[in-house]
């Protein structure tokens, strides 16, 4: 489907714009496959999980989301980037399009479990923005994988493209209270906001450490005994 002329749209049309081409055959089709590169990713990682909880007794993640993004918010980025309405366009330059949010207990299976996932040989490592290493300057933290993985359907093989999102548990909360808050824009003070919700990030963060650093401990006392 080709849209040229949506660059200047407001948002009201740019919603109408989004159900017409989320109606396309072509884009049907393409969510479908994204759907099913979640499944895929899914499956992979709880095989991760079950694997992992025998070696290591516990279980590396609490629980894990998935989405696929909704239409008026594909269209809206591609507007932004001046990307051309269509699906070949969508799937080429959008990369967020099928996500995966894993919930963690600790920082360390973050890593272990991110690294597990992508030393695997059909998947293909795209990108990687450690934001727990370099946390935003908003103070979010989350570890951000694009990953490419084959699926297989009747007529052959296909690549797709899943971002994936590793959290603790204190990480998600602090972006869904802060992710809420965004949307509430009549702030007489905004940079009070701001600095506060920074502040709860480096609460968050250390609870983190200490989290790990209390496991760490019981796992050595478990050894000795
Ligand atoms: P949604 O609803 O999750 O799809 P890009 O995604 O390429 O446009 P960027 O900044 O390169 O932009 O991507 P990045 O940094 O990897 O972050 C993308 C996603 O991370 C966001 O998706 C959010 O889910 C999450 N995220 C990033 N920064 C923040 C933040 O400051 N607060 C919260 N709560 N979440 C954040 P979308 O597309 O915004 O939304």
């Known amino acids: 489907m080709e849209l040229t002329k949506y660059n200047n749209l ?14 396309t055959d072509e884009f049907i089709r393409l969510m479908t496959l994204y759907r099913c590169a979640i499944m895929e990713i899914e499956t992979k990682l709880r095989v991760l999980d079950a694997e992992f909880s025998l070696q290591y007794d516990r279980n590396p993640f609490e629980h894990i989301e998935s989405r696929l993004k909704k239409p008026v918010s594909i269209i809206e980025k591609m507007q932004r980037r001046g990307i051309p309405l269509t699906t070949r366009d969508m799937e080429r330059e959008l990369f967020d399009i099928a996500g995966i949010r894993v919930m963690c207990s600790f920082i360390e299976d973050i890593y272990k479990l991110s690294d597990l996932l992508v030393e695997q040989d059909d998947v293909l490592l795209v990108t990687r923005k450690d934001y727990i290493a ?26 797709m493209k ?5 959290r603790t548990i204190a990480m998600d909360f602090w972006a869904s209270v802060e992710h809420k808050l965004k949307y509430k824009k009549s702030l007489k003070n905004p940079e009070e906001v701001t600095e506060r919700l920074q502040r709860c990030a480096g609460i968050l963060s250390q609870l983190d450490d200490e989290m790990e650093s209390i496991r760490l401990k019981i796992d050595m006392e478990d050894e000795n005994v």
Not at 10 to 23: G, N
Not at 135 to 158: A, C, Q, T, W
């Open 10 to 23: 407001k948002i009201e049309d740019l919603e109408a714009t989004a159900r017409a081409f989320a109606e």
């Open 134 to 159: 370099n946390p935003k300057p908003n103070g979010y933290r989350s570890l951000h994988m694009i990953v490419d993985i084959p699926i297989f359907l009747s007529e052959g093989k296909r690549h």
């Open 162 to 166: 899943v971002e994936v999102q590793f």
